[in-house]
């Protein structure tokens, strides 16, 4: 019984997303490393504070996808854990109140470790927690989640790209720069990308469940051009960067996955069965923690 548990739990927090949440806090704080400032405590506790809340976000959106009745026979991808029949609703929410506390006290400590006694950046940092795990609740949970208003993406932008990149980067060094506000934005864009693939995985299921994600919103044709623009700016970025950081030459290494995911953006813009998407999804979210892991990586052999 121990072991179904274990398992149901595992399916549930669904750690194949984990990778992709912790690319924001390892490029933040390799931009801060190749600068000379980094400490072990303040990666750690983001990492753990990021996973913390991925896991979170996973959980609501199986609770919330199950009270809503968008999860049926007909999606196309992996079961959920409620609608599998592996965890009831009850325990669903427990899970969600005892993350969310794990989450907050992860935080804490974080912020103890890299903030010291600056009660401004207490005060701001706090609010940004907070949003943060009011996003991950709200993205399905509540009477008007916005996941279903299509408003999924600007999210993932914002915290798997702005808020992830640039937060980790200034709790290591207390400051910000344009060049790591480029990194975070690639990153969000490739995050965002991700999710672009899943909704429209998903597109024929949430359209007739009234579920309005930004691809319902675009039509199939749109989002698939949308993802297209997303995947290019993301690389975009990442190369503007490395032009900029004359320096950074090592940091080139994040191509080799970034050629591999041109080729899977063309077979997701022509792939017309749903479910040859979800392969595709599995496969643009390996590639964009590689992409981050090895420009990471390489931006620390410099000359």
């Known amino acids: 019984m121990l072991n179904i548990t274990l398992k149901s739990w595992l399916h549930a927090a669904r750690l194949r997303t984990l990778p992709l949440a912790s690319a924001s806090i390892i490029l933040g704080s390799a931009l801060a490393y190749s600068e000379g400032i980094f400490a072990w405590p303040v990666l750690l506790l983001a990492l753990l504070t990021a996973l913390l809340l991925q896991i979170l976000s996973n959980l609501a959106n199986d609770y919330g996808d199950a009270v809503s009745g968008v999860d049926d026979d007909t999606r196309v991808g992996p079961a959920r854990a409620i609608q599998a029949g592996l965890l009831t609703k009850q325990q669903m929410f427990r899970a969600i109140t005892l993350v969310a506390l794990l989450a907050v006290l992860s935080g804490i400590a974080l912020l103890a470790v890299s903030l010291g006694s600056n009660p401004q950046a207490w005060l701001g940092f706090i609010a940004l927690g907070g949003l943060s795990i009011v996003a991950a609740m709200a993205y399905t949970m509540g009477s008007r989640p916005y996941g279903y208003r299509g408003f999924g993406d600007i999210s993932v932008f914002l915290f798997f790209g702005l808020l992830g990149v640039m937060g980790s980067y200034y709790l290591h060094t207390q400051s910000l720069s344009w060049p790591v506000m480029m990194i975070a934005a690639a990153n969000g864009l490739l995050a965002t990308a ?100 090895l420009f990471s990586l390489g931006l620390q052999f410099q000359y």
Not at 230 to 247: E, G, H, R, Y
Request: aromatic content about 8%.
């Open 194 to 293: 991700v999710l672009n693939i899943n909704n429209l995985r998903d597109f024929s299921p949430d359209k007739a469940a009234g579920k309005l994600t930004l691809a319902v919103r675009l039509g199939e044709r749109n989002a698939r051009r949308y993802h297209l623009v997303l995947v290019a700016l993301a690389l975009m970025l990442f190369a503007s960067f490395i032009v900029w950081q004359s320096s950074a030459n090592f940091a080139w290494l994040c191509l080799l996955p970034a050629l591999v995911l041109m080729k899977v953006t063309k077979t997701v813009m022509l792939a017309r069965q749903h479910q040859l998407l979800d392969k595709q999804l599995q496969l643009t979210a390996k590639l964009s923690f590689f992409i981050a892991l």
